[in-house]
């Protein structure tokens, strides 16, 4: 079953060159593209090979999430919380822990049903998500799972477990985790932030994730407030007890934000190796401060942290936002769009090879080639350009059309399951 795109303008999303060549796109894990002088005629075309035309419009690599948060996806619009949050503790006290702790797993299905449409539309084939609902833990990953290979992306996923509420959650969150795992899937051993995370929960998280060979996934000092309650509890700083417990020794952990680190932890994180997500809108919208990224060495990659699920968007906030802070230049934030994909690799999880591709309808007003391509990667490109994806060699989005699911219908479930959560939260 090979996919066959014609006419195709391809960006090597590594190198920026430009070519005008028909690809040979053959599925599976092994990611593998070809050039081709031409398309073989239709004759000698297997039963189950397909060929697309792509009318020289740009191709190239698509894209990946470093952090997401399926479990927000519902909130837009939501009522406005009881009291109005004054600080980042309050935020997720007032809003996003009101919004977890009412989801089911119907809700969750819907969640990550429009997570998964909404990126796979924006040209992001694979997700890196940490996910949270303290009383529907049982089974919340294979429904997010699930949910993600109908719509037909790859995912990398964790549940965000807490000490917050008790004892009952956490050790369920630790179960939900090692059955998910032990299942052979790709995960991480997600923990919310030390803040809400006890010794006991940071000791059997570390041990479950050398058991399977994989990272923990956590926020790290986000807020000040994560910081402060790190010195008050455990007498050091958030880091500093990441280390203690071993979380900087596992080469697959992520830490995602660290923004308000001491000059001792950014050499720690430096020295570490580990990989960092930067999310530069959400911490806009919580108004918690920015990281200066440069300094927290070359393993910094982007996410959206449940923000939306669009990474030219959020390239483009973190170039913006990192003009200002640590002077970024455009290589640099492609490199850093682009991490994730180095992440993934180095790490051994699958999903996400060289067949996963996006196929844009950008008619450029000024000439495009290899050396102003990040010109337009900057200012041009957005995800309203988005035409067509390809997810483990298969046409996944064609013409703008998602063939996988029928949108309209992940919409109205969605639509169900937000008035539901929303009377759930109300109650
Ligand atoms: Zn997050």
Redesign the pocket.
């Known amino acids: 079953m090979t996919l066959y795109l014609k006419n195709a303008t391809y960006i090597d999303w590594k190198t920026l060159e430009l070519t005008l060549t028909d690809l040979a796109v053959c599925p599976g894990d092994g990611g593998v593209i070809r050039f081709l002088e031409t398309v073989p005629p239709e004759k000698e075309l297997g039963a189950a090979d397909s060929v697309f035309d792509c009318g020289t419009r740009l191709v190239t690599k698509s894209f990946a999430c470093g952090?997401h948060?399926i479990y927000s996806a519902l909130a837009r619009g939501m009522p406005a919380p009881p009291k109005t949050p004054q600080n980042f503790t309050e935020i997720l006290e007032y809003i996003w822990w009101r919004v977890d702790k009412a989801l089911d797993l119907e809700m969750i299905e819907a969640s990550a049903l429009i997570s998964a449409l909404y990126c796979v539309k924006n040209g992001v084939t694979f997700v890196i998500d940490?996910h949270a609902s303290p009383f529907a833990i049982e089974d919340s990953l294979e429904t997010i799972a699930g949910a993600f290979d109908r719509v037909g992306i790859s995912h990398l996923l964790c549940y965000e477990i807490s000490d917050r509420d008790g004892e009952g959650p956490r050790e369920k969150g630790l179960e939900e985790t090692r059955k998910y795992l032990q299942n052979g899937n790709q995960g991480h051993v997600g923990l919310h932030a030390s803040f809400t995370v006890g010794d006991v929960l940071l000791e059997k998280a570390t041990a479950l994730a050398r058991r399977y060979d994989t990272g923990i996934h956590v926020?790290a000092a986000e807020d000040q407030a994560d910081q402060a309650a790190c010195l008050k509890d455990h007498k050091r700083r958030v880091l500093e007890r990441y280390r203690d417990a071993g979380v900087l020794d596992l080469p697959k952990s992520i830490l995602?934000h660290c923004i308000h680190l001491n000059e001792a932890e950014k050499e720690l994180l430096r020295n570490s190796g580990l990989w960092v997500v930067q999310?530069v809108e959400?911490n806009q919208n919580n108004n918690v401060g920015l990281a200066n990224c440069a300094e927290l060495g070359n393993q910094v990659m982007l996410g959206t942290?449940?923000m939306h699920s669009d990474m030219l968007r959020s390239a483009k906030a973190a170039f913006l936002a990192g003009q200002a802070i640590e002077g970024i230049d455009f290589p640099g934030i492609y490199r850093r769009f682009r991490n994730v994909h180095e992440y993934i690799r180095t790490s051994g999880f699958s999903g996400d090879g060289d067949n996963n591709l996006v196929i844009f309808d950008y008619n450029s007003p000024t000439p495009i080639n290899s050396t102003n391509f990040l010109g337009h990667f900057v200012y041009g490109l957005e995800s309203s350009h988005v035409d067509s994806v390809v997810c483990g060699g298969k046409l996944v989005v064609k013409n703008k059309k998602l063939l996988t699911v029928e949108e309209d219908e992940i919409l109205a479930f969605a639509r169900e399951m937000a008035v539901k959560l929303w009377g759930k939260m109300g109650g």
């Open positions: 952090h948060h940490h926020h995602a999310n959400s942290d449940g």
